[in-house]
């Protein structure tokens, strides 16, 4: 339920926008209900001219104009019940003027209605606002995507202009890229066109970045390719005999072939 206490500042009772929406509806308010009505037709009557009194008749026709109206407020407070009911769940903006006269906006949902000598009150964040001070009533996919184009425009605010975008501005940004990408096209239309354009360029800045400092687009060092001739040199296959083949050693053992066979040459010329 909504809470009864105030908050206090320099030892003085600070008014809530909730407290500056009741009151300024409470008071001044002069409704008269239908005892009010008897105790002025009974006060008419005790001190009433008796030389001229009024006719029974006359009082019948006040009574029945009187009830007219009753049920005439009766009506709209049951309108006004409705119309309070459908908003459970809806976000909303109230309009309240506190007592200086400044207006204040009080966004939120409305969690559940209070209906309470024939008036209205709306509850949002445990607060109580009159149904009069009813300003906006937003859809809750338009007021989700505002808030996200407005948390992506706070966010790109707080960073330095593109130009002076280094090392340290990367997880911001990369933050920023993330909340764009996960925006839908209908969101992504909240956004102002300049600042589309100012995002962009702190994307590019940021690879700019990147690569003056060798890392790749997603932040990560890139590696030194190998040098050339590394490869193939210690590749080598043994046989079950114990000969080693493949790479340089296949040229060494054809040379050994050929001196075999110069060895053969020899011995038989020896014979």
């Known amino acids: 339920m909504a809470s009864l206490m105030a908050p206090v500042k320099d030892g003085k009772f ?17 409704d008269m209900d239908k005892d009010t009505f008897l105790q002025l037709l009974v006060a008419q009557m005790k001190y009433q001219d008796p030389l001229e009194p009024t006719s029974n008749t006359e009082y019948i026709s006040q009574y029945a104009q009187f009830s007219q109206v009753e049920q005439i407020q009766n009506m709209a407070a049951t309108s006004e019940l409705a119309r309070a009911t459908s908003l459970v769940g809806k976000d909303v903006y109230i309009k309240t003027t506190d007592s200086s006269g400044e207006v204040k906006y009080v966004q939120g949902k409305v969690d559940y209605v209070v209906f309470e000598n024939g008036k209205a009150y709306l ?25 996200k184009a407005l948390d992506f ?3 790109m605010n707080h960073l330095p202009v593109p ?11 990369k933050e920023l890229e993330e909340i764009y990408e996960n925006m839908s ?4 239309s909240f956004l102002a066109k300049e600042t589309v354009e100012k995002y962009q360029k702190y994307l590019e800045k940021l690879k700019e ?20 001739g590394e ?41």
């Open 231 to 271: 490869e193939g040199g210690g590749d080598e296959n043994v046989d079950g005999s114990g000969n080693v083949s493949g790479g340089a050693e296949s040229g060494s053992g054809g040379d050994g072939t050929e001196d075999e066979g110069n060895g053969s040459m020899e011995g038989a010329g020896g014979a």
């Open 14 to 30: 600070v008014e809530t926008d909730s407290q500056n929406s009741l009151k300024n509806k409470t008071s001044g308010t002069s």
């Open 123 to 147: 509850s949002i964040d445990e607060e109580l606002y009159d149904l009069e001070d009813l300003d906006t009533v937003v859809d809750g996919v338009y007021q989700t995507a505002y808030d």
């Open 209 to 228: 970045v990147y690569r003056q400092a060798g890392l790749d687009e997603n932040g990560n060092k890139i590696e030194d390719p190998e040098e050339p």
């Open 163 to 173: 130009g002076g975008v280094d090392l340290t501005d990367a997880s911001a940004i």
């Open 153 to 155: 425009t706070v966010k």
């Open 185 to 188: 096209d209908y969101e992504k």
